[in-house]
T-cell receptor, first 115, second 110 residues
Framework: GAGVSQSPSNKVTEKGKDVELRCDPISGHTALYWYRQSLGQGLEFLIYFQGNSAPDKSGLPSDRFSAERTGGSVSTLTIQRTQQEDSAVYLC?????????????FGPGTRLTVT | GQSLEQPSEVTAVEGAIVQINCTYQTSGFYGLSWYQQHDGGAPTFLSYNALDGLEETGRFSSFLSRSDSYGYLLLQELQMKDSASYFCAPSMDSSYKLIFGSGTRLLVRP
């Protein structure tokens, strides 16, 4: 079946502009995660959604970052007033909350460049 | 605070066995995952340990010692396609949100 998809694959924006990144998880997966990865580094957790529960926003680096998940499926990560340090690959992952729920399936990511 | 330690780089010969060690310090612990990431690609799941001991999945095995806050990934019969970065990633609770370090870059030589 289809995997996790993300759009756009690449985004170049000017400092100060807002951007929206989209994630379509695997159908039936109730858990959704956002991470970001700076060049040559590991992934940094940003936010976690599980079903209809309140999201875990503990990883969001500043109040310029927000995310929502509509209808328990598609998620949008919004970065307001982008800064150069926001440049990174933003990765979305989903998992099924039964059985091997520890296994996260990652999308291809959105490479964000802030100029 | 939280910390993870893995070797930054490992080089091995095709057909050999390599072990990538991981020590972690987290405020809580639920389990330890391992992910592989090829350059320019997305991380893919390899293995998960919730309990002490060895988990085997084909050529890959993963070990966990909760009392030592230590784990390792063992790759056998190395192939060129195994050249990639490998991340150990503990999770602190049942959300399974992962903590990643900088990973270990494995280079497999002919």
């Amino acid at each position: 079946g289809a995997g996790v998809s993300q759009s756009p694959s690449n985004k170049v924006t000017e400092k100060g502009k807002d951007v929206e990144l989209r994630c379509d998880p695997i159908s039936g997966h109730t858990a959704l995660y956002w991470y970001r990865q700076s060049l040559g580094q590991g992934l940094e957790f940003l936010i976690y959604f599980q079903g209809n529960s309140a999201p875990d926003k503990s990883g969001l680096p500043s109040d310029r970052f927000s995310a929502e998940r509509t209808g328990g499926s598609v998620s949008t990560l919004t970065i307001q007033r982008t800064q150069q340090e926001d440049s990174a690959v933003y990765l979305c992952a989903s998992s099924y909350r039964q059985g091997s729920s520890y296994e996260q399936y990652f999308g291809p990511g959105t490479r964000l460049t802030v100029t | 605070g939280q910390s993870l330690e893995q070797p930054s780089e490992v080089t091995a010969v095709e057909g050999a066995i390599v072990q990538i060690n991981c020590t972690y310090q987290t405020s809580g612990f639920y389990g330890l995952s391992w992910y592989q990431q090829h350059d320019g690609g997305a991380p893919t799941f390899l293995s998960y340990n919730a309990l002490d001991g060895l988990e085997e999945t084909g050529r890959f095995s993963s070990f966990l010692s909760r009392s030592d806050s230590y784990g390792y990934l063992l790759l056998q019969e190395l192939q060129m396609k195994d050249s990639a970065s490998y991340f150990c990633a503990p999770s602190m609770d049942s959300s399974y949100k992962l903590i990643f370090g900088s990973g270990t870059r494995l280079l497999v030589r002919p």
